[in-house]
């Protein structure tokens, strides 16, 4: 039951927009040592895939070379990663539990983790395996030859259906077992399948949209994927990287569900 009466689900959001920002998470970590803990924990076990540390990456002064790491994606989807599992065991701190999950692009990882489909070391080799594919031009695939490199450390992992139900940014629908194949996890074209997704959440009846990740991409978005004739309640959808001071609070409207 929600803080005002209302029923409904949470869906937490991993968005994959902005990740390019430097200094995101830097104000979460000097005001809860919760989240500096985990980011800590994370760019360790991150750190040997990459050329440089990634908190140095990911905490660089703006216009800086080291800062403009963050849009390449080596470090731009380590960095995701980190940034959204530190903000993900700080709302469970908080008491917020998702009733489903979803991931969009660079954010899947982060929401399978949270879906317990990898422990916490298996998502860190598959975000570093995935760190290590080349940059190549935007909107193109990696070469074949980095796809199966790819694919064959992907396969030393050790994946399980989603615990919490988890809702794929391909086909925009829930997925189960799909997750154990090494190659679902390989990048693909890109997709935009938010409209679909928000459609079939918002009929399963989710009333509260949490966006994890370093900006409000998805949020912004949602008034324009919901159904015609339907609309997010004012208060209802929430960015952690712009609202966490009010989901610390637990003042949201809707919240009151999550410590259920």
Known sequence: MFADGRKGRIAFLFSAGASSRPGVGRELAAAHPLFAETLDELCARLDPYLELPLKCVMFADPGTRTSALLGRAPFAGPALFALQVAQYRLLRSWGVRPDVLFG???GRMAAAYAAGVFSLADACHAV???ARLPDGAPGEAPPRSALAACGRALAALRPCPPRLPLVSDVTARPV???TTEPGFWLPGPPTRRFADVAALLHRDGVRTWLELGPGDTLTR??????PPGTAADPGSAYAVARDWAVLDAGSGPGLGSASA
Do not use: D, K, Q, R
């Open 176 to 178: 189960t077992a799909e």
């Open 128 to 130: 570093g395996a995935l």
């Open 104 to 106: 969009h692009t660079a």
């Open 221 to 226: 978005a949602l008034p324009g994927c919901l």
